[in-house]
């Protein structure tokens, strides 16, 4: 009997102690996106520069 006492009182114990948060869903913040600003002629300049090279070449 006190093997049966102890065994319930044990798991009382265990299972009243093993919630560790409520229910209510986390709130989760969006991370924040930094972009940097770009020089818009430094996508031009590598056409320009294939364009030169396709010139010369058909050139000579």
């Given at each position: 009997?006190?093997?049966?006492?102890f065994?319930?009182?044990?798991?009382?114990?265990?299972?009243?102690?093993?919630?560790?948060?409520?229910?209510?869903?986390?709130a989760?913040?969006?991370?924040?996106?930094?972009?940097?600003?770009?020089?818009?002629s430094?996508?031009?300049?590598?056409?320009?520069?294939?364009?030169?090279?396709?010139?010369?070449?058909?050139?000579?």
């Amino acid at each position: 009997m006190k093997k049966l006492t102890f065994a319930l009182i044990t798991s009382a114990a265990l299972t009243g102690s093993t919630q560790a948060g409520s229910y209510a869903e986390p709130a989760v913040e969006a991370p924040v996106i930094v972009q940097e600003a770009t020089n818009s002629s430094a996508g031009a300049a590598l056409p320009l520069y294939l364009a030169m090279l396709t010139v010369i070449a058909a050139l000579q």
